[in-house]
């Protein structure tokens, strides 16, 4: 069964940074595309970043474009994002997944999603 268990979240002031790992197992990693998807309080799925099997492209949302990073190292089967510059409106459980998610319409029921990992922003 397909593993990905997120880490890194917690609280953080505005302005800050917070780095968050999905750790995966199960599935042939360096094979998927990954994502990040992120839930805020009352609101639906909001697809955040993307990267390919090889971490040479990678795409982000309007609204963390030049903040955050997304990466990932193949060998240690483990994706990341560094988050920078944070503010009140990414407070959020954030989420990671596996394979070729909506970027306008996140689905669970595509691909393989996380447990997630709180991140919440607030002074």
């Known amino acids: 069964e397909v593993q990905l268990v997120e880490s890194g979240g917690g609280l953080v002031q505005p302005g800050g940074s917070l780095r968050l790992s999905c750790a995966a197992s199960?599935?042939?990693?360096?094979?998927?595309?990954m994502n990040w998807v992120r839930q805020a309080p009352g609101k639906g799925l909001e697809w955040v970043s993307a990267?390919?099997?090889?971490?040479?492209?990678?795409r982000y949302a309007n609204s963390v474009k030049g903040r955050f990073t997304i990466s990932r190292d193949n060998a240690k089967n483990t994706l990341y994002l560094q988050m920078n510059s944070l503010k009140t409106d990414d407070t959020a459980v954030y989420y990671c997944?596996?394979?070729?998610?909506?970027?306008?319409?996140?689905?669970?029921?595509?691909?393989?999603w996380g447990q997630g990992t709180q991140v919440t922003v607030s002074s």
């Open positions: 997944a596996n394979g070729l998610i909506d970027y306008i319409k996140p689905n669970r029921a595509v691909g393989s």
């Open positions: 199960e599935f042939t990693f360096s094979t998927y595309a």
């Open positions: 990267i390919n099997t090889d971490g040479s492209y990678t």
